[in-house]
């Protein structure tokens, strides 16, 4: 069995979301008779704990589990969740890359910025490498295309010095019940975007596309402008309905899904010509990618896991190379259908015949390079 012990100190897990409910303004915004009420200050926590329970009935569709939304995800309750890795892989985690956690579209870009910065002094509050691994890098949200987008990346720079990327979720599906993140199509495309997009590429930072694999296309053209921009595609492009029907239309035949994923293997390849554009290993256990209606899924194992999204992670291996893929958990997001021990353990069972080194680059190498993590 493959393990990562004498390979690596510790995994570098570039994709983990911290979150208290009770404390992140995109947390309570989910419960809109709560978070509109012009007291809500006044309302006892028992009562504001009661709704979080309770959850939003939206959670579903953005492919959300209430449950987990419900209490605080932080470094100790991440890193009870990593004990699983020393039987697994022979190692720990040492440090994370936090990406923001503004699950449900804004309805402005400045009020996402400002929800976006609260966040950010949330985070660096918490008791990094006390409870938890290291802090080694911060992915922030933000919208290109507002005019003051340069102005509220530096103040985000100015606050915190883990801040590395900004993630910009444009993800739009022609399926109705498949949830839209963006109010504009092809808004990578659009004059402001790019102009934000210019003051983003001068401080150095990287770009997070969250998106959907038919429009993986667009990114060609903002790699090929902006060059020397590392261009980070996240989930592996997110190719919905590739394992089974979700939203109303999506991947409902055999002939459909096998679409789905012909579509998704020709749009990796042509992005992966780009040297600016890596891709993250990670949302392996997203219920948009089709895993079954239920709550948990329909993996189950590690093995079904390995055997369902393991072609997945070889094309993007194999067309990105050993040097420009990053692994991310998606915790605690994907923990229903896939926690931690099982996604780290189905990659080693997929990748470990392709040697020390892509292992070395993929859990923990690629990441400290790319996000600059000491």
Not at 44 to 50: I, M, T, V
Not at 210 to 224: E, I, T, V
Request: with cysteine; hydrophobic share 45%.
């Amino acid at each position: 069995m493959t393990t990562l012990d004498g390979l690596l100190t510790g995994i570098v897990d570039a994709h983990v979301h911290y979150f208290n409910p009770m404390r992140s303004s995109w947390a309570l915004a989910r419960f809109a008779r709560v978070s509109d009420f012009p007291l809500r200050r006044f309302v006892p926590s028992p009562a504001l704990r009661l709704v979080a329970r309770i959850g939003s009935g939206d959670d579903r569709r953005y492919g959300l589990d209430s449950s987990i939304l419900s209490s605080p995800y932080e470094p100790a309750q991440y890193s009870s969740d990593t004990v699983a890795l020393l039987s697994v892989a022979g190692i720990g985690v040492e440090s994370v890359g936090q990406v923001e956690s503004q699950w449900r579209p804004a309805r402005d870009p400045a009020e996402l910025m400002d929800s976006s910065f609260d966040e950010l002094k949330y985070l660096t509050g918490l008791p990094h490498g006390q409870k938890g691994p290291a802090l080694g890098a911060t992915v922030v949200a933000g919208d290109p295309r507002h005019p003051d987008f340069a102005g509220r990346v530096d103040r985000e720079l100015a606050h915190s010095d883990r801040v590395r990327a900004v993630r910009f979720k444009w993800a739009r599906h022609p399926d109705p019940e498949i949830p839209d993140w963006c109010n504009e199509p092809d808004a990578v495309a659009s004059t402001a975007f790019l102009k934000g997009f210019e003051s983003l590429a001068s401080r150095g930072l990287a770009f997070v596309s969250f998106a959907y694999s038919h429009q993986l296309g667009q990114l060609d053209m903002l790699a090929r402008r902006f060059p020397e921009t590392t261009i980070v595609v996240e989930h592996l492009g997110m190719p919905a309905g590739v394992f089974g029907p979700v939203g109303a239309e999506t991947g409902m035949t055999a002939a459909a899904r096998a679409a789905i994923l012909s579509l998704w293997r020709e749009r990796i390849a042509m992005i992966a010509t780009r040297p600016n554009v890596v891709i993250k290993v990670s949302g392996l256990g997203l219920s948009l990618l089709g895993y079954g209606r239920d709550t948990a899924g329909n993996i189950g194992s590690r093995a079904v896991l390995a055997d369902m999204a393991g072609p997945l992670a070889l094309h993007a291996v194999d067309r990105f190379g050993p040097d420009r893929v990053i692994f991310g958990s998606d915790s605690p997001v994907d923990r229903p259908n896939a926690p931690i021990g099982m996604t780290v353990g189905a990659l080693l069972d997929v990748l470990g015949d392709r040697g020390d080194y892509l292992l070395q680059q993929l859990f923990a190498r690629n990441a400290k390079r790319i996000f600059r993590i000491s």
